[in-house]
Structure formats: structure tokens, C-alpha cells
């Protein structure tokens, strides 16, 4: 059974840059072709998807974090990044790593639903 932990959430000033980290245990060979990302909730709203990277590489960013988040991979360690720089605090959220073993198409890959591996969460909090 795959399970994820993510690290690397904190507080920091709008404009300011974070890292975020999400290591996946229990993995196979094959979690470098699953479909991964991460996924952020706020209080009182529903949890969206933010980027997602696929087995090969393809990513998908929400229109709100383009160009300012950056999300990758490390296949040889199983841990999945998102860099994120010019933080607001419309970024305020609780921060989830997300992963599914199945193809998931492009228009879909932002959907909560399509996945069924989550970790924990880490909090990112974003002060002006």
C-alpha cells in the first residue's frame, strides 16, 4: 500500500518562496508512471487541484498558480516537489499530495475524485 507524507509547509510573507515535499513509501517500480500532484484546501472552501505531473512528465497547473508554481519529480527517490514563489495569501491552505496508478486524461487531471492515494497534508500559511 502506497502512503504519502508531505513536508515543508510554513508561514511565510507574500512574495516569498516555499518548497513543498511529498514522499511516497510502499511504492512499486511502476509509481514513477502513476499520476501525482498536489491539491490544496482552504477553510470553508472545497479542496482544488493546483499541479499535477504525470508518468511522463506532462504537467498541469491550475490557472491561479501558473507561473509561479513548478511541480516535479524525483523517480529515483519517489518524492514529488512543488516550488512555490510569489506566495499571496490567496495561497492560504492546507496542502495535499495526491497520486492514482491509472492514466488520467489532461482535462481531468485537477479533479479530487480521480485519485485515490492522499497524504496527511501540510499547512502553508501566507501573510501580507
Excluded at 490544496?40 to 512528465?57: L, T
Excluded at 519517489?78 to 516550488?83: C, D, E, F, G
Excluded at 495526491?98 to 479533479?111: E, S
Amino acid at each position: 500500500q502506497v502512503r504519502l507524507v508531505e513536508s515543508g509547509g510554513g508561514s511565510v510573507q507574500a512574495g516569498g518562496s516555499l518548497r513543498l515535499s511529498c514522499e511516497a513509501s510502499g511504492a512499486t517500480s511502476s509509481y514513477s508512471s502513476w499520476c501525482i500532484g498536489w491539491f490544496r484546501q482552504a477553510p470553508g472552501k472545497e479542496r482544488e487541484g493546483v499541479a499535477v505531473i504525470d508518468g511522463d512528465g506532462t504537467t498541469t497547473y491550475a490557472d491561479s498558480v501558473k507561473g509561479r508554481f513548478t511541480i516535479s519529480k524525483d523517480t529515483t527517490k519517489n518524492i514529488l516537489y512543488l516550488q512555490m514563489n510569489s506566495l499571496n495569501p490567496e495561497d492560504t491552505a492546507m496542502y495535499y499530495c495526491a497520486a492514482d496508478p491509472k492514466t488520467i486524461a489532461t482535462m481531468l487531471a485537477l479533479h479530487r475524485n480521480e485519485y485515490n492515494y492522499w497524504g496527511q497534508g501540510t499547512q502553508v500559511t501566507v501573510s501580507s
